[in-house]
């Protein structure tokens, strides 16, 4: 990914609005490691620790892709 400015590589996808990226993991420094890319390509990153956290982000909050850790404790 290569960086495309304030408006991000999502912008040169025709996307009109800010994607947003749930990133679920137990471990904080692959949800640091994984934020700091997104954020800077401009996406809107929404991190949780767990599946609670995570399903209760999806309830409040419109997500347009999910990232997650398959084997969390």
Do not use: C, H
């Not at 495309?4 to 490691?33: C, F, I, M």
């Amino acid at each position: 990914m290569g960086r495309k400015g304030e408006r991000g590589a999502w912008a040169d996808q025709g996307w009109q609005v800010k994607p947003t990226l749930l990133v679920v993991d137990d471990d904080e420094s692959n949800l640091e490691s994984i934020e700091g890319v997104f954020a800077k390509e401009g996406y809107e990153i929404l991190l949780a620790s767990g599946g609670r956290d995570a399903l209760e982000l999806v309830r409040k909050t419109r997500v347009d892709v999910i990232l997650t850790d398959l084997i969390i404790p």
